[in-house]
Nanobody
């Protein structure tokens, strides 16, 4: 089995910062891309940042200059540093990873349970 566990969410005032973490554990052969998907109430999940196995990052235009995604390859962990947070960033932030559990298996998408980020004005 594979698990993704997020942490680091919380309540912060506008202009503040938070750092989210997502650790993948279990039977993992290789991780392809990992990413963060916030989901605000009543809205769909949308990708805000991803990082490939080669370390290439791809932030959405809406968060460029404010959010930075990074990874610790040896720890199967991805981070999201969020600066200059605004009330519209309020959402449950879900971690996603494309993981192959063995050399013979295809990549499968796994999701974490989500961590709440609330930004007050």
């Amino acid at each position: 089995q594979v698990q993704l566990v997020e942490s680091g969410g919380g309540l912060v005032q506008a202009g503040g910062s938070l750092r989210l973490s997502c650790a993948a554990s279990g039977t993992i052969f290789r991780i392809n891309a990992m990413g963060w998907y916030p989901q605000a109430t009543g809205k769909q999940r949308e990708l805000v940042a991803s990082v490939s196995s080669a370390g290439i990052t791809n932030p959405a235009d809406s968060v460029k200059g404010r959010f930075t995604i990074s990874k610790a390859h040896a720890k199967n962990t991805v981070y999201l540093q969020m600066n200059s947070l605004q009330p519209e960033d309020t959402a449950v932030y879900f971690c996603n990873a494309e993981i192959a559990r063995s050399w013979a298996l295809k990549y499968v998408n796994y999701w974490g349970q989500g961590t709440q980020v609330t930004v007050s004005s």
